[in-house]
T-cell receptor, first 113, second 107 residues
Framework: DTAVSQTPKYLVTQMGNDKSIKCEQN?????MYWYKQDSKKFLKIMFS???????INETVPNRFSPKSPDKAHLNLHINSLELGDSAVYFC????????????FGSGTRLTVV | KNEVEQSPQNLTAQEGEFITINCSYS?????LHWLQQHPGGGIVSLFM???GKKKHGRLIATINIQEKHSSLHITASHPRDSAVYIC?????????FGQGTRLTINP
């Protein structure tokens, strides 16, 4: 009965590989997000989607491509992984764009070697 | 300078003490959020405020819109309150985060 679930929890991969992180919410929320937490624990928005429509793309390299097949899912695909992509990636959802009911997934720790 | 500044960055206290964490922001906002991140990494939303004060158990959050300032208080602190507390502001359809305050409560 997890509200926002993301998989995998841990991902270790080599430079140059392509990988995906999946996110699903069962809260009926309209808005979903991807955030990146760097080594200094600072969180920053990457993307937001509202009802499957891209709202924010925060100057993220185009190697990162989000995909929202429906409003309950927001997956993140990363091409040609680089060492600097190593971080914890959090998926989140909220009822609306104003941010009511913000709920975070448990995070995916990506390590690029 | 970050749009959202928290203080202190680190705080260590004894069990039972009254804790205050401060957050100042420099941008227009629709709401302010307080989040808690435990050592295991998960993030939990504690409060969403647009005015006044909210209370949940031993936690109290206040916001002063005119002064662009919010505080998070913990009464009768307990070691299980040890975590990173993050202030974030809603505006332009996204959250902008402070750098977090690492709180350690010793028994």
């Amino acid at each position: 009965d997890t509200a926002v679930s993301q998989t995998p929890k841990y991902l270790v991969t080599q430079m140059g590989n392509d990988k995906s992180i999946k996110c699903e919410q069962n809260l009926g929320h309209d808005t979903m997000y991807w955030y990146k937490q760097d080594s200094k624990k600072f969180l920053k928005i990457m993307f937001s989607y509202n009802n499957k429509e891209l709202i924010i793309n925060e100057t993220v390299p185009n190697r990162f491509s989000p995909k929202s097949p429906d409003k309950a899912h927001l997956n993140l695909h990363i091409n040609s992984l680089e060492l600097g992509d190593s971080a914890v990636y959090f998926c989140a959802s909220s009822q609306d764009l104003r941010g009511h009911g913000y709920t975070f997934g448990s995070g995916t720790r990506l390590t690029v070697v | 300078k970050n749009e959202v500044e928290q203080s202190p960055q680190n705080l260590t206290a004894q069990e039972g003490e009254f804790i205050t964490i401060n957050c100042s922001y420099s941008v227009g906002i629709s709401a302010l959020h307080w989040l808690q991140q435990h050592p295991g990494g998960g993030i939990v939303s504690l409060f969403m405020l647009s005015s006044g004060k909210k209370k949940h158990g031993r936690l109290i959050a206040t916001i002063n819109i005119q002064e662009k300032h919010s505080s998070l208080h913990i009464t009768a602190s307990h070691p299980r309150d040890s975590a990173v507390y993050i202030c974030a502001v809603s505006g332009a359809q996204k959250l902008v985060f402070g750098q977090g305050t690492r709180l350690t409560i010793n028994p």
